[in-house]
């Protein structure tokens, strides 16, 4: 079956402008997350949505960054005033997590790199 | 001190050879312990997890996990050139509840044919 895909797969913007990334998960699960994959940071999380929950945003490293999940499954993560210290890899993954039980996989898409120049 | 924590590497060895990757952790909380592989340009993939402390082994892959320590291992035997990726171990516990995972920087592996 299809996987979690990602779009764009690149983006290059010019700093200050706002961008959109989107994810759309693997059918049915009900768990979304983006995370930021620096070089030589490893990957540090953003969000999770899980079903029609609130959306867990301790992640987000300032009001610059927000995200959507709409109708519990395509998500878009919008930075808006890009700065240069946001080009990074933007991950996002799925995982279906049901009742009392932990369901501790996480699948991965490939990723958008963002490039702030 | 970052939460957890993870050398990143290069580590180079021959094919054939054993491999050992290692993670410290400060949080006492986590309880759910895993292994990432990332191929370049790629999303990470899951390799294994253990719960709590213990021993798993999956074909040429054995996780360790040593809760006293705070410290957790991935053996890797008879590595192969397809095993060559940046190998990370992510951690949840109950202070999450279980739903977001931290991860170390990675360890990139290289093995040479």
């Known amino acids: 079956g299809a996987g979690v895909s990602q779009s764009p797969s690149n983006k290059v913007t010019e700093k200050g402008k706002d961008v959109e990334l989107r994810c759309d998960p693997i059918?049915?699960?009900?768990?979304l997350y983006w995370y930021r994959q620096s070089l030589g940071q490893g990957l540090e999380f953003l969000i999770y949505?899980?079903?029609?929950?609130?959306?867990?945003k301790s992640g987000l490293p300032s009001d610059r960054f927000s995200a959507e999940r709409t109708g519990g499954s395509v998500s878009t993560l919008t930075i808006q005033r890009t700065q240069q210290e946001d080009s990074a890899v933007y991950l996002c993954?799925?995982?279906?997590?049901?009742?009392?039980?932990?369901?501790?996989?996480?699948?991965f898409g490939p990723g958008t790199r963002l490039t702030v120049t | 001190q970052k939460e957890v924590e993870q050398d990143p590497g290069p580590l180079s060895v021959p094919e054939g050879a054993i491999v050992s990757l290692n993670c410290t952790y400060s949080?006492?909380?986590?309880?759910?312990f895993m292994w990432y592989r990332q191929y370049s340009r790629k999303g990470p993939e899951l390799l294994m997890y253990?719960?709590?402390?213990g021993n798993k082994e999956d074909g040429r892959f054995t996780a360790q996990v040593d809760k006293s320590s705070k410290y957790i291992s991935l053996f890797i035997r008879d590595s192969q050139p397809s095993d060559s990726a940046t190998y990370l171990c992510?951690?949840?516990?109950?202070?999450?509840?279980?739903?977001?995972?931290?991860f170390g920087k990675g360890t990139m592996l290289l093995v040479s044919p």
């Open positions: 993954a799925s995982s279906q997590i049901t009742g009392t039980a932990i369901h501790y996989e996480q699948y």
């Open positions: 059918s049915g699960h009900t768990a």
């Open positions: 949505f899980q079903g029609n929950s609130a959306p867990d």
């Open positions: 949080n006492s909380a986590f309880q759910y």
């Open positions: 253990t719960y709590s402390s």
């Open positions: 992510a951690m949840s516990g109950a202070n999450s509840g279980y739903s977001t995972l931290t």
